[in-house]
């Protein structure tokens, strides 16, 4: 007889966090499908979507091994950060408001590994403490971030301008100690305030904090970019690089919660 073959080793799964939308009467949970395309093929991870049902979804994290914070069109209640709402058409969603500032805590507190994208990246440093430029295009001194949305996405998603990456930082590490990459920039909103135990990983050229990391090493992985690296990842080695370590964050979170 044949032996029987060993089955292969099951990948990481990894919890996507949902928005909210109304689609004409109905309320849909949905993830943009570039995400979860970055995810599975950069990653190397299976992928579990969150429903926006507020603290129903910490119960799921001793089950996954990481979890991605998504950009959307959506912003930070400024509420979450002691604020006024600036602009009476800001974009809100308190459903995954509800859910991501807990799940970010959560997560943190039991080292499940988090990546976090433009309005994760957000949503992790208020959910820690930090605060938000609810108008970076309107602060002295710095630039404007935005897109340009009359143009064809792949102009909209094209490189910006450089970031500093940090001496000694996880990104800098990623990169061989280069101290500068090339990004995309798609974003109104920006940290005005960084959280106590983050480590800034990369400023952009206004000196606005644009990518950061948990302060202590020991702490589990965490790592949040202001840009877009899920976008035509294949093409860019910094961000193909950014999914890839947060893959193996979530294998060797894996191969702990299976022991």
């Known amino acids: 007889m044949t032996p029987q073959s060993a089955s292969p080793t099951p990948r990481p799964l990894v919890g996507i966090a949902c928005c909210t939308r109304?689609?004409?009467?109905?309320?849909?949970?949905?993830?943009?499908?570039?995400?979860?395309?970055?995810?599975?093929?950069?990653?190397?991870?299976?992928?579990l979507l969150l429903p926006a049902l507020g603290e129903d979804s910490v119960d799921l994290l001793s089950q996954l091994d990481g979890i991605l914070l998504t950009g959307s069109h959506s912003n930070v209640e400024p509420r979450h950060y002691g604020a006024a709402q600036q602009q009476e058409d800001m974009l809100t969603d308190p459903l995954r408001d509800a859910t991501t500032l807990t799940l970010i805590r959560a997560a943190i507190e039991q080292q499940v590994p988090v990546l976090g994208i433009c309005r994760g990246f957000q949503e992790i440093n208020v959910a820690l403490g930090g605060s938000l430029h609810q108008a970076v295009q309107e602060v002295a001194g710095l630039q404007d971030h935005r897109e340009d949305k009359k143009q064809p996405l792949q102009q909209q998603y094209g490189i910006s301008h450089p970031v500093e990456l940090q001496p000694g930082g996880q990104l800098a590490r990623l990169m061989s100690d280069a101290?500068?990459?090339?990004?995309?920039?798609?974003?109104?909103?920006?940290?005005?305030r960084?959280?106590?135990?983050?480590?800034?990983?990369?400023?952009?050229?206004?000196?606005?904090?644009?990518?950061?990391?948990?302060?202590?090493?020991?702490?589990?992985?965490?790592?949040?970019?202001?840009?877009?690296?899920?976008?035509?990842?294949?093409?860019?080695?910094?961000?193909?690089?950014?999914?890839e370590t947060f893959g193996n964050a979530c294998r060797a979170r894996a191969a702990t919660r299976n022991t």
């Open 194 to 243: 960084l959280a106590p135990g983050l480590r800034v990983e990369a400023l952009a050229p206004d000196g606005l904090v644009e990518a950061f990391s948990l302060d202590d090493s020991n702490a589990g992985f965490l790592l949040a970019v202001q840009w877009h690296p899920e976008w035509q990842m294949a093409q860019h080695p910094f961000y193909r690089a950014i999914f």
């Open 179 to 192: 101290r500068t990459q090339q990004v995309n920039s798609l974003h109104g909103q920006g940290v005005q």
């Open 22 to 47: 109304l689609q004409g009467a109905h309320r849909f949970h949905m993830v943009g499908d570039k995400y979860i395309q970055a995810a599975r093929s950069g990653a190397d991870v299976s992928v």
